[in-house]
Nanobody, 121 residues
């Protein structure tokens, strides 16, 4: 059974930092692309950052230079380091095991339960 468990969310002031973690079990983590997504109230879920099995990364324009995605295959865990947080980063953050269609990564079937990030101004 595949499980993804996010942690590390919370309330932080603008300009602050948080590090999210997503522990994965029941899947061959090391060969899977991973993505962090977020969903704010009334908005669609959006891709924040992704990382391939080889460590290549991709970021949404809105977080480039502020967020860093990384993975530790020995711990079956993917991380999202978030610096310079802004009120508009407030959302529920989810991790996901991605699927490649050609050169494009799309979300796969497995999601975590999400972790709330709230940034106050």
């Amino acid at each position: 059974q595949v499980q993804l468990v996010e942690s590390g969310g919370g309330l932080v002031q603008a300009g602050g930092s948080l590090r999210l973690s997503c522990a994965v079990s029941g899947s061959r983590f090391s060969i899977k692309p991973m993505g962090w997504y977020r969903q704010a109230p009334g908005k669609q879920r959006e891709l924040v950052a992704s990382i391939t099995s080889g460590g290549s990364t991709n970021y949404a324009d809105s977080v480039k230079g502020r967020f860093t995605i990384s993975r530790d295959n020995a711990k079956n865990t993917v991380y999202l380091q978030m610096n310079g947080l802004k009120p508009e980063d407030t959302a529920v953050y989810y991790c996901n095991i991605g699927v490649f269609i050609g050169a494009t990564m799309i979300p796969g079937a497995y999601w975590g339960q999400g972790t709330q990030v709230t940034v106050s101004s």
